[in-house]
Nanobody, 119 residues
């Protein structure tokens, strides 16, 4: 069992930056791939970024590639999402998740953190 808690969301102007963090409980954090997803009002949840357990491979949605960076610190049981050059369309609730495969299904989810980008 893994419990996930996101933090770092907030209100930012377009062009600004935010860094989201996701802290995990449990000794097995380092065994899991981690992902970030987001859901905007009236839209389905969508994939944003993912990282393998080792940090050796990362994956990004086309809409955020080059602007967002996912990273992890297994010693701190934490995964990060650095978001630069934010756009109003990045406004959403952002969720972190843990799973066996970065491009597969995810087993554990956090409660989400709101990111609002003003124009």
């Amino acid at each position: 069992q893994v419990q996930l808690v996101e933090s770092g969301g907030g209100l930012v102007q377009a062009g600004g930056s935010l860094r989201l963090s996701c802290g995990a409980s449990g000794r097995t954090f380092s065994r899991y791939a981690m992902g970030w997803f987001r859901q905007a009002p009236g839209k389905e949840r969508e994939f944003v970024a993912a990282i393998r357990w080792s940090g050796s491979n990362t994956y990004y949605a086309k809409s955020v590639k080059g602007r967002f960076t996912i990273s992890r610190d297994n010693a701190k049981n934490t995964v990060y999402l650095q978001m630069n050059s934010l756009k109003p369309e990045d406004t959403a609730v952002y969720y972190c998740a843990a799973g066996q495969n970065p491009v597969g299904t995810y087993d554990f989810w956090g409660q989400g953190t709101q990111v609002t980008v003003s124009s």
